[in-house]
């Protein structure tokens, strides 16, 4: 008996993305907005305030809002280790 796709049935959502040219793009603005959300739920769990977590990274309350939006993707890899450390995290990359 021959299997009949179903009819909502396709390409997957990353298979999507490459063909349009656009997973590298998705993938980035994924990791972010994980980065920013771990994050802020360290600051919740430690109950650090914004204002506390800006002078321990030593930046301004703007750069920090900068590091928790999901959305705002220009962040340095530097502001986001020392993001990490502030909550007693570390960041970790890798080349896959």
């Avoid at 890899?77 to 995290?89: F, I, K, P, S, Y």
């Amino acid at each position: 008996m021959a299997k009949t796709a179903h009819p909502n049935e396709g390409t997957s959502l990353e298979e999507f993305l490459k063909e349009d040219g656009n997973l590298e793009t998705a993938t980035a603005v994924a990791i972010k907005r994980v980065i920013a959300w771990q994050l802020a739920e360290e600051m919740a769990k430690q109950k650090i305030s914004k204002t506390a977590m800006a002078k321990q990274m030593k930046t301004s309350r703007v750069q920090l809002d900068r590091v928790l939006s999901p959305d705002d993707g220009n962040v340095t890899l530097e502001t986001l280790q020392r993001a990490a450390q502030a909550v007693g995290r570390s960041l970790k990359l890798e080349l896959a």
